[in-house]
């Protein structure tokens, strides 16, 4: 059965400095890969995905992921935050139309 | 840009009581889903259509919970009698002729139940 786990409930980075969140799926095949980021009372919007092809992926908003199969993780890095990046990521694994959600990374911004 | 709608944007109801909650996806979008989000946990997927169509309601609380698109368009999900467990953000998306992995979602439907 695919999962997905977020070991990082909470991460908390200073105002311009490099952001890892990590993530780690089980899948049988080659995964459909994706971050997304849910802002305080909205919904989730999609920072980047991942199907095939170069295992480092851009997303919107200056987010990058890197697909590593030896690991079975698929982990978002940013490389200087912004006050506005403090929200809530979930990665999240899919295959056959249906996308299975981590519990997320909840990122705080230290001024 | 096009964006799903979801309404009321929060909800506080008694328990025992009934509870509806209305979702617009983006037009043309064929399918729909119902997620539901409670703190600390990742989303759960409670139901899905394909146009008119339930393809997926295996985690649905049958007991409680119903979902109808009648029309193929928009949908409205109902919680009778609402409970204390179901204090939840409760999230609409769709996805249409990019393919099932571009899901929209919709700002949600916060529910407290006292």
């Known amino acids: 059965a695919q999962s997905v786990t977020q070991p990082d409930i909470h991460i908390t980075v200073s105002e311009g400095a490099s952001l890892e969140l990590r993530c780690n799926y089980s899948y049988g095949a080659t995964p459909y890969l994706f971050w997304y980021v849910q802002s305080p009372g909205q919904g989730l919007q999609l920072l980047l995905k991942y199907f095939s092809g170069d295992t480092l992926v851009q997303g919107i908003k200056g987010f990058e992921a890197e697909f590593k199969r030896s690991q079975s993780s698929f982990n978002l890095r940013k490389p200087s935050v912004h006050w506005s990046d403090a929200a809530e990521y979930f990665c999240a694994v899919g295959s056959y139309d249906k996308i299975i959600f981590g519990k997320g990374t909840r990122l705080h911004i230290l001024p | 840009e096009a964006e799903v709608a979801q309404s009321p944007r929060y909800k506080i109801t008694e328990k025992s009581q009934a509870v509806a909650f209305w979702c617009d996806p983006i037009?043309?979008?064929?399918?729909l889903y119902w997620y539901r989000q409670i703190l600390g946990q990742g989303l759960e997927l409670l139901v899905q259509?394909?146009?008119?169509?339930?393809?997926?309601d295996s985690q649905l609380p049958k007991d409680r919970f119903s979902a109808e698109r009648l029309k193929g368009v928009d949908s409205t999900l109902k919680i009778q009698p609402a409970e204390l467990g179901d204090s939840a953000m409760y999230l609409c998306?769709?996805?249409?002729?990019?393919?099932?992995?571009?899901?929209?979602f919709g700002p949600g439907t916060r529910l407290t139940v006292t």
């Open positions: 259509f394909q146009d008119e169509s339930v393809v997926d």
């Open positions: 037009s043309g979008h064929a399918t």
């Open positions: 998306a769709s996805s249409g002729p990019g393919g099932w992995y571009e899901q929209y």
